[in-house]
């Protein structure tokens, strides 16, 4: 399967494993910083790791800090190998244009319609720097 998405950010391509998530998150006490894990307790796929995963985001939640968030997790080599988001969030994306800026590699981040998102879970999924979508 192989879907094409705007880019949001040029970044790395990424290969993972797919990590869909089936509702909105806040990054800024949803996501540990320091190690990838969606922590808040109340979201569907709480315990589960970012790190290294293609993550799909059907929208955040927002807070002014979750571009730190995401920075961190860059910083950490915790980022998700790439992002995929329903819709833009320059707060969240902000995060990957301040590490590119200190010369840290960054996932790329696309947009993608959250009704297509589901279409790559369980599945290894190969992001291009022409922001296409293929399952590996």
């Known amino acids: 399967m192989e879907m094409k998405g705007e880019i949001l950010v040029e970044g790395e391509p990424g290969r993972g494993e797919a990590l869909v998530l089936t509702a909105p998150i806040s990054f800024w006490g949803g996501v540990e910083s320091?190690?990838?894990l969606i922590g808040d307790v109340r979201?569907?796929?709480?315990?589960?790791?970012?790190?290294g995963r293609v993550l799909f985001v059907p929208g955040t939640i927002g807070s002014s800090s979750a571009s730190a968030v995401l920075l961190e997790l860059v910083?950490?080599?915790?980022a998700p190998?790439?992002?995929i988001l329903d819709r833009p969030d320059a707060i969240l994306l902000l995060g990957l244009l301040a590490a590119q800026e200190m010369g840290w590699p960054v996932p790329m981040a696309v947009r993608l319609d959250a009704g297509q998102h589901?279409?790559?879970a369980g599945h290894t999924v190969q992001v291009g720097r022409?922001?296409?979508i293929r399952t590996a």
């Open 130 to 132: 022409d922001g296409t």
């Open 34 to 36: 320091r190690t990838g």
């Open 81 to 83: 190998a790439a992002l």
């Open 75 to 78: 910083h950490g080599r915790h």
């Open 118 to 120: 589901g279409a790559f």
């Open 43 to 51: 979201h569907p796929q709480h315990g589960e790791n970012v790190a």
